[in-house]
């Protein structure tokens, strides 16, 4: 797992429409990168439209939001054009990023195991340090959470 306060773990992934995106991109603007286990599930979809329905407070913060999974560009796409997400999503099918940050972990589901992203939010400040670490996330009222941290900041 990342040690808040080092240098987040860098990235180059291709986000919803193919292009790649690198962590750097982002220098001068704090990130969250939030890791979701799959495009239109229950808890994916209400975590981004959380996400969605806070975005203008997100920009007033100087602040990108950022969602992760192994789903495809493709899949992406169609998830944002259904919600009319405001911001990308990362697809990582290698799992590069999403081993980088450790969130595929063995999971348990109905007392079956398996390996899968663990639903986790990273807060990275504007030169690249990450300042916060939410793994497990619960979904109701993480959004909040987050930027409560972020004004704190």
């Not at 229950?42 to 007033?60: Q, R, S, W, Y």
């Not at 009319?84 to 999403?98: H, M």
């Amino acid at each position: 797992m990342p040690i808040i306060g080092q240098s987040a773990p860098n990235f180059v992934t291709p986000n919803q429409d193919g292009v790649e995106v690198k962590l750097e991109d982002f220098k001068g603007k704090k990130v969250i990168l939030y890791f979701y286990p799959r495009d239109n599930t229950p808890g994916c979809t209400t975590e981004a439209n959380d996400f969605k329905a806070n975005i203008d407070a997100f920009k007033a913060l100087n602040t990108v939001v950022l969602g992760v999974s192994k789903d495809s560009p493709k899949s992406h796409s169609n998830f944002i054009c259904k919600y009319d997400l405001p911001f990308d999503l990362l697809s990582d099918k290698e799992l590069e990023l999403i081993k980088a940050y450790d969130v595929w972990q063995l999971k348990k589901n109905y007392g079956k195991e398996s390996m899968g992203i663990v639903r986790s939010t990273f807060l990275i400040d504007e030169v690249g340090i990450l300042q916060e670490i939410w793994s497990p996330v619960k979904v109701k009222g993480h959004v909040d959470l987050v930027l409560e941290k972020i004004k704190a900041l």
